[in-house]
């Protein structure tokens, strides 16, 4: 029974969760009080506090997450082998596109309110911590003999720029994210 989760408490993460989501695909995480998204999860608001600082905080955990499943499923592809370098690209692409899909409303509230910063941040956080572990395992010859930290922040804020671009322009398909964002790749990325 050991490192068993207790299930009150797996039901009162996942209420949160769902109640941020909900919430943040209606209003700008900004407007979003823990008083209510505590009634929204049905729990009190020491609840919440006993484990988020703030609902951007938690919004962001939600986001990140979801991501990070992405992620597992590329780790996945590669682990499989067989996949040329272009389509690894084009399939993780993909997975990101369809996150942001997932939660278009949330990102669309975020990004046009400018009081929510903290989801583009977190956004470019998250993108700049995938890049930099690509450059660490990265073996092309190509890879720039550079500040790692620099084009992993330069990477990040691309493609979180073209996301932004993508949720401002609605004649911007998912595809065409995919594919500008491929063509942008450096070659050494594959």
């Known amino acids: 029974m050991a490192g068993r989760a207790d299930p009150r408490i797996t039901r ?7 109640a941020i989501v909900e919430l943040a695909s209606q209003q700008p995480v900004s407007q979003i009080t823990v008083a209510d998204l505590a009634d929204r999860a049905g729990v009190t608001r020491a609840t919440f506090y006993n484990r988020y600082g703030s609902p951007l905080e938690l919004l962001i955990q939600v986001l990140c997450a979801d991501l990070d499943r992405g992620h597992r499923r590329e780790d996945a592809r590669r ?10 690209l084009r399939l993780a692409t993909g997975d990101v596109a369809d996150h942001v899909e997932r939660f ?5 509230h975020a ?19 995938y890049s930099l572990a690509f450059i660490s395992r990265c073996t092309h010859p190509d890879l720039p003999d550079a500040s790692h930290q620099v084009i992993a922040q330069f990477v990040a804020h691309g493609f979180a720029g073209a996301i932004k671009a993508w ?7 998912k595809s065409g994210l995919v594919e500008a964002a491929v063509a942008c790749a450096p070659v050494w990325w594959s």
Do not use: I, K, W
Not at 104 to 108: C, I, S
Not at 111 to 129: I, K, M, S, W
């Open 12 to 18: 009162t993460v996942r209420a949160f969760e769902q």
């Open 79 to 88: 682990a499989e082998g067989g996949y040329p370098a272009e389509q690894m």
């Open 104 to 108: 278009m409303a949330v990102y669309q």
């Open 167 to 173: 949720l401002s322009d609605d004649s911007v398909t």
């Open 111 to 129: 990004l046009g309110d400018p009081a929510d910063g903290g989801v583009y941040e977190a956004l470019v956080r998250h993108f700049t911590d």
